[in-house]
């Protein structure tokens, strides 16, 4: 047998036990904008998977300013920012996002993935101590091993296991935390982190991902929220392609810490700079949050309606342990990998598109429909999906 074939079997056999787990993972395909009503695979159907919490990434205004700027710039950067591939599109953005923030600087990245690899390996030496949540994204978790410090995997969202375990560090402590966690919807205690931090001389590395555009007045995300300035929180991340419907992802801190990653970020330093039509769709996404408010007062409108309706209806909302998240992201948990799948599948055959979430991306026995609200849903669309979720899971009751 050839070495190909070797492989395939291998990976074969693999792929064949995921699929016996219901744990085989498949892409659908979209046609059209991915916005609130959405085209997959040929069924119109009301998206409630998708992290467009502000319901721009279909904005016709945000097109607009991407389409001038290829007509201006083309479709690509052709190489990495410290060459030739610095816009004045990728400058635009960096400052408006500084001043959106209160931040000295901004730095672009291709990818949060690629921020995060970057700016941590950059940042944390080898012989430092990283106190990391236990739930962080998959892209924290590896940007922290690649730094090669040593590792406590803290007790989610818990300051008093935080405070313990950079206490306890053999060197240098660092902490690093989603601000608002993916899967759950809920919220690190960055005041009591920030105060850690200040205390223990331990800095505080966020990723917002989910808390960019969201949380906190006017939309200026978890730091805002919590009372907190990039001073106390030295090294703030976000992206752009979930409340601004756009792509690419930001690093945010002093002028210093951004004039270190343009050093030593290699997947910053040495990735072709993004297309210069996403910047300016970005920038274009962030005038709009600014200046109509009435985005972020639909989203949490809709976020109550949705709490209110499924606690009418006895919907369980919320993770195992806790509370029901007051964020966009609603979790609804149910446990089994199959009967997860089997309800997200008949959620689609009514019309209404809710991923359903398995192991690894959450812990066995967890697996659950993310369901995600956007300001751009309607009313009647939340009340839909609703009873459609009462119905369904009355089902699977009955049939269990």
């Known amino acids: 047998m050839t070495a190909s074939v070797v492989l395939d079997e291998r990976l074969r056999a693999e792929i064949q036990a995921l699929e016996a787990r219901a744990l085989r993972r498949q892409r659908r395909v979209i046609a059209g904008s991915h916005g609130a009503r959405i085209n997959v695979e040929g069924r119109q159907c009301i998206n409630f998977c998708a992290n467009d919490y502000l319901g721009l990434a279909a904005d016709p205004r945000v097109a607009e300013a991407a389409q001038r700027v290829l007509r201006d710039s083309g479709t690509g950067s ?5 060459v030739s591939g610095y816009n004045h599109e990728h ?12 931040a000295e600087a901004t730095l672009l990245f291709s990818s949060g993935w690629a921020a995060n690899l970057g700016a941590l390996r950059a940042l944390v030496p080898p012989d ?4 990391a949540d236990a739930l962080n994204h998959a892209s924290l978790i590896d940007g922290v091993r690649l730094t090669k410090a040593a590792y406590t995997r803290v007790a989610h969202a818990d300051a008093a296991a935080f405070e313990s375990a950079v206490g306890e560090a053999a060197g240098a402590a660092w902490m690093v935390t989603d601000g608002v966690f993916s899967m759950d919807g809920d919220h690190a205690p960055l005041s009591s982190l920030a105060a850690i931090g200040a205390r223990q001389g331990a800095p505080l590395y966020v990723d917002d991902a989910h808390g960019f555009g969201v949380c906190g007045p006017g939309g200026r995300g978890s730091l805002a929220a919590a009372g907190l300035s990039h001073a106390e929180v030295p090294v703030y991340v976000a992206t752009l392609g ?13 002028r210093t810490l951004i004039d270190y990653l343009v050093q030593k970020a290699r997947t910053w330093v040495f990735s072709t700079a993004p297309p210069p039509a996403m910047a300016a769709a970005a920038r274009a996404a962030l ?4 200046a109509e408010p009435e985005h972020l007062q639909r989203l949490h409108a809709n976020i109550a ?3 209110r309706g499924a606690a009418e209806r006895g919907i369980p909302l919320g993770p195992p342990e806790g509370e029901a998240s007051d964020h966009a992201i609603q979790p609804l948990v149910i446990g089994d990998a199959a009967r997860t799948m089997a309800a997200s599948a008949a959620l689609f055959e009514r019309g209404y598109w809710v991923a359903g979430i398995r192991p690894p991306t959450v812990p066995e026995g967890t697996s659950r429909l993310r369901i995600t609200l956007s300001a751009a849903h309607q009313p009647a669309e939340i009340q839909g999906l609703l009873d459609a979720l009462h119905e369904v899971l009355m089902q699977q009751a009955v049939a269990a």
């Open 78 to 82: 052709g190489a990495a920012a410290l």
């Open 91 to 102: 400058r635009a953005l960096e400052e408006a996002l500084a001043d959106f923030l209160g």
């Open 128 to 131: 430092a101590h990283l106190c």
């Open 242 to 254: 979930k409340a601004l419907g756009a792509s690419g992802a930001f690093v945010a801190g002093s």
């Open 287 to 290: 005038a709009i949050l600014r």
């Open 305 to 307: 309606q949705f709490r």
